[in-house]
């Protein structure tokens, strides 16, 4: 059982009883969807399928669809393939990471940032699949066994990386997640009254009894899964990030990438956390649970992070100079001073001056403020992304190739899509299922006679 | 022994009983009601479905339903019942031939594809062009699939037949001449010995009639044919040797690319600028507009119009006053200190330099003639006696025709091969005239505006399926021969004439006829003329072994007039030039897609025409200075001459005289299959056939305009590595280190050379079996173009159109880069201020440079496919898998050269492209060459070195049992090189001449230092500024 000292500021606020966890967590899967919920998921409904009208459109017609030229062949659909897989690394990050270093606040916040991470690399899987010319043969980037010889992968490829990465993030993220997630089916299992519902969680729950063995597996197989979790999270990035550094672009060929791409990654994810729990603490009344000092800790992240990738952009400036390469310095030159000058400094405002205002403390545990600032990261790390591909690409090495990439209808819309099909599959999530782990929540709740004593006093 | 054994079906059988014998009896075992309905007549007679009937509805219903189900299958048969002789599947065919359209002369080789041309390439055997081909030559062949060719004559709209049409215009032609009446034949310049004799017989036959030929050029060159009449008594146009010129100097005269015979002028040219040989001409340009060939001077003037007179003039009176020649009244320019300069230079050169002009003013050609005259130019330089017979129209013979046209007293005109309607000046009226001739005939391969408004309309077939002869230069003959049975029900002119004329000869009999009656004779080599004939068929020309006598000319002329006149020339606050175009050239060909989408070699814009203007003049009036993608030109209305274009966009074009406008020629014509009219004709504001005014005036409309370029920017921002360049000093008298230093990497260990530190294994094809390398002389490139075109038309290159060319997502695999100086260069290495060097000179150098797959040894492209789409050849090549291809585009991002080329659309079915890619309709497919596959959607290419071509010449070579010789295979862009920039081989073969020229002093690599270890060398540009201009 957790201990903890008498004098700590608990977890879990509000003096709650086992069942009150319980009856709070579920509000949300037993009662009725609230207006704002039908509101929000109506418009992401609209734009999911303005999305994937957009995508249909693109597959249909062609890559051309999009503002690409011959020179930017990459640029907002690996844009928001990265932002995505960033965004989708918090998840683990809190779940596996936090668990290893056993840090229990995570338990809050451990459930709803890892279904975001699902859905977030879902949607960064859907970029590089409607970004090939040719979406009908992706299967040729798998090893497969064929009749054409000794026609295999091109395992010198960062890219064919990118897919055993991120296809092994997703399955272990997705397996970590739903064995997070039986204890909790089967609690609603056994509360809901409805037959269907029952059935379904029923089977959703794989027959879990409750027992002190299943406990034990489940304490076990979380921390094996955390274990494999953990180096998952710094090697997705990593392997994202020499999409870029393994070429030969001036601004992309860069060995900083990595470390630089994982601490970006961090940072963008806890943002949309921020971003989304804040919201839903105050429509599903969670506050006690997702408290000011969750909120307070992940700001410290972001602050963390943030500066990590400060040092990063200066560190990258500093050798553009200092290597005295041609092309790189002027590759820097032309991102901070050229015809895309304003990403570059949307950028750095969002990423590196606006996350510093966090060290004062009346700031990072301000409620509001920490939801705008959230959005501007969010914009930040996806313009860092555009700045990387765009600006190193639509100015190389031969001026006579040089152009501006100019975004379609399309490349909108796309982009739009993939937010509102991720804002779909979340409110889905959030509307049935449990969105705090309630039964690892119980472990930490603070509770003494005094509080008994209260309860039974009534 | 017999056998008399029985079998039993079965036990019932054995025992026969009676309860078996009933059933044997009866065959089937159940009761069948088929007796009671067929057997009663007068229900079978009330049924309405007899037998029959439900015989034919079955029939019908599995017909229906097949038919239904099946689509009805395409059944495309080549009728190949007798084999022709020589014509394999799959092996290619060449024939020699020529191509003339008045603009352009080249003896060419045409390949030909199971009995199809589909790609034209110069003759390299003939000693006039000498296998120089352009861009224009070698798109013609697309237009031969012209969808919108006639496909049978018309009258009065009406396709009818070809005894119709002739039986009515042979009784019109008879009426004209038997009444006495005016007989007008209206061509490009005839150079056709054939044709020329074919009218003289004409002419001949009835003295009774007023029966004429008018030679009409849209671009002419008059002025030199009356200039040299008044200088040296022949109307002619004179032949060059500019390969033996030291100092070429151009005076408005864009002589590599709209010239007489340009083509062997380019030839020569490029022989004179080798800075390997012991001298290196110095060419100086003045010129209002910054033309190709003078974007290739090492010293250039931007001058105006009117001033190039001047110039002229003061250049004559400083040669005359150096050489002790009489002077002539005096003009001063701004230029004065310069031309000064050059003439110092051309009297140092005397009899060993050349000065052209292209101004359409007789007088300044008359000084002209007079400066070559007085250096002794004449009989060394250039020739009166040998002229160039492609250029014979005179202005004034056109413009009396109109005169007599509108009298209403032509009763018979003929018009072939050129289009007045479109290319005269509006003042001359030509419509107007056109409608007083009694019978107009026109002779027109697709519509145009005099087809729109004539009553009889030739179907005339394209020259590749026509005959001819020509005598482009004196001591040059040549058969145009064609190279496919025509397509449609098509008649060329010469053949009706002939029908016309009563005679059942055909051309191809007469030309015989002519050949033996005149070339014959002129040979000893073959006693018997079919030897004689079928050889010069072969070799496509013949040159007389038997010489004219030469007559030696001398010059007089009245220079005084011609100087007054001169100095005379009206000038304008703002002064306006009309040129041609490296693709559109006259508009003769302005239909042609491929043409259409060929970068200008200056502004490297595509699919319009449009006002250039200096880019201060621009800034001035507040025009934008940058275009292409998404940046608009502004447009203005512009009056010329009185007349006016609305809505005319503006281009900031440096090297553009300040105050001088130009405008190209050749647009304002429908495109390919499309409608829509593209670009302005200028031509109707032209005043006279003036290549030149000052009455212009425009006004900003406010507006802008989508202009579409190929490359947005323009300057190389001091990039060594990309462009590398000298002078002719530092050449000659330095060392390699001082003009092309090696690029050194600073290492823990000293500097080394960066072809030595290296991560990678070296590439196993250094040491055995072929390794294909190519070299780029960037001195000897002219940026002409024709390598692009040459390629797309092997390689089966999609047009994408104006649209896509905006979104630069053009698919040539071949480019040719246009850097000019920048505003500010760069210090030294240090120097990281880019300030201005984004910004070009106002009178900029120039660099092309040739850019296509490098086909790098240690390729980016190669490790970063996923799939293993592009991968290294064991011969060095790199080569794409399209059928592997996924379509990522990481390759083409991580190529630092940028010359990978991605199918965003499938451009052979999408509708985008219907109007624009020939390759959408059945006729436009045929012109593609089958041995290279037409790429589908989704799929990146890039340029592979013509595999196909190697392939060929490697199973040539292995047929024969021998190794492949150098210089046998050629990719289409090294064939095509009119300069021969290009030199494609195997740098495995030591004695090969692209391993020489990769070894070389002047050879580098672009961008070296990435480490792409490229197997395309280029020799440094060296520019012979000694003595330059300020």
Known sequence: MHQEAAIREPLILGEKTYGEITDDVMASVVGKANKSWWIAIGIASVMALWGIGCILYLLGTGVGTWGLNKTVGWAWDITNFVWWVGIGHAGTLISAVLLLFRQKWRMAINRSAEAMTIFAVMMAAVWPGIHMGRI??????????????????????????????????????????????????????????????????????????????????????????????????????????????????????????????????????????????????????????????????????????????????????????????????????NRATGPYWWSYWAMMTCNVISPQVFWFKKLRTNITFTFFMSIIVNIGMWFERFVIIVTSLHRDYLPSSWTMFHPTFVDIGCFIGTIGIFFVLFLLFARFFPVLPLNELKTILKSSGEQYKKNTDH | MSNNKKYWKGVEELN???????????????????????????????????????????????????????????????????????????????????????????????????????????????PYTQGAINARVNSSVLSLYDEKRFKAPQIDGEEVSWSKFNGELKGKLTEAITNGGKVRFLTNSITSPSTLRMVADLVAAHPEADIKHVNYDAVSFSSILEANESSFGKRAIPSFQMHKAKVIVGIGADFLNNYPSSLELTKQYALGRNPENKWMSKHYQVESSLSLTGSNADSRIPVKPSEQSKVVLALYNNVASMTGGETLSKVSTPFDERVKKIAADLVKNAGESLVLSGSTDVNTQILINAINNQLGNYGKTLDINVTDNTKKAVDSEVISLIKEMKTGSVDFLVISDVNPSYSLPSELSFDEALAKVKTAVVFASRPNATTASTKYIAAAPHYLESWNDANPKTGHYSIMQPTITPLFDTMQFQDCILNWMGSDLSYYKYIKQTWEKTAFGMQTKSSMFEDFWNNCLHEGYFRPSISNESVVTTFNGDLNAAASAAAKTNSGEWELEFYTKVGIGDGSQSHNPWLQELPDPISKMTWDNYVAMNPSDAREQGFATEYGEQKNADTINITINGVEYKEVPVIAQPGQAKGALSVALGYGQTIGKQNEIIGFNFYSAMNGMNASTSSVSFEATGNDYQVATTQTHQTVMGRDSVVRESDWNTFKNGSKDDFNPAHMLATHEGPMNVNDVDLWASHPVAAAGHHWGMSIDLNSCIGCGSCVTSCNSENNVPVVGKDEVRRSREMHWIRIDRYFSSAEEKLDESDRSYGAMELPEDNPMVVHQPMMCQHCNHAPCETVCPVAATTHSNEGLNQMTYNRCIGTRYCANNCPYKVRRFNWFSYQNYDKFADLNPAQDDLGRMVLNPDVTVRARGVMEKCSMCVQRIQTGKLDAKKEGRSVIDGEIETACSSACPTNAITFGDLNDKSSKVLERSKNDRAYRVIEEVGTQANVYYQIKVRNTENNLA
């Open chain 2, 16 to 126: 026969d009983t009676p309860d078996f014998q009933l059933k044997k009896n009866n065959e089937f075992n159940e009761y069948l009601p088929a007796e009671d309905f067929l057997g009663d007549e007068g229900l079978l007679s009330n049924s309405n479905t007899s037998r029959r009937d439900f015989l034919k509805y079955l029939g019908f219903g599995v017909t229906a339903a097949s038919l239904a189900a099946c689509e009805t299958p395409v059944n495309k048969v080549i009728p190949y019942v007798v084999k022709t002789d020589k014509t394999n599947p799959g092996v290619a065919n060449y024939f020699a031939t020529h191509y003339y359209d008045g603009f352009d002369y080249c003896d060419i080789v045409v390949k030909t594809r199971e009995g199809r041309p589909i790609k034209i390439e110069g003759n390299k055997k003939s």
């Open chain 1, 136 to 333: 009908w043969l992706a299967y040729f980037v798998f090893p497969l066994p064929n009749q054409f010889g000794s026609l295999w992968v091109n395992f010198n490829s960062p890219l064919l990386w990118d897919v055993f990465a991120i296809s092994t993030y997703f399955s272990v993220s997705l397996v970590f997640w739903y064995i997070g997630l039986i204890p909790d089916f089967a609690t609603i299992r056994d509360k809901v009254t409805h037959a269907v519902p029952k059935k379904v969680y029923g089977l959703l729950s794989f027959g879990w009894t409750g027992n002190a063995k299943a406990w034990n597996r489940f304490e076990e197989i979380s921390l094996v899964l955390a274990g494999l979790a953990t180096p998952l999270v710094f090697s997705v990035h990593s392997i994202v990030s020499m999409d870029f550094a393994t070429s030969v672009i001036p601004g992309w060929h860069t060995t900083i990438f990595p470390p630089y791409f994982v601490s970006g990654a961090v940072f963008s994810g806890f943002a949309m956390v921020q971003t989304l729990l804040i919201i839903m603490r105050k429509v599903m009344n969670l506050e006690n649970y997702i408290t000011i000092k969750h909120i307070e800790y992940m700001n410290i992240v972001i602050i963390v992070t943030g500066s990590i990738v400060g040092v990063a952009y200066l560190t990258e400036l500093f050798i553009s100079w200092y290597s005295g390469v041609e092309y790189e310095a002027y590759a820097f030159i």
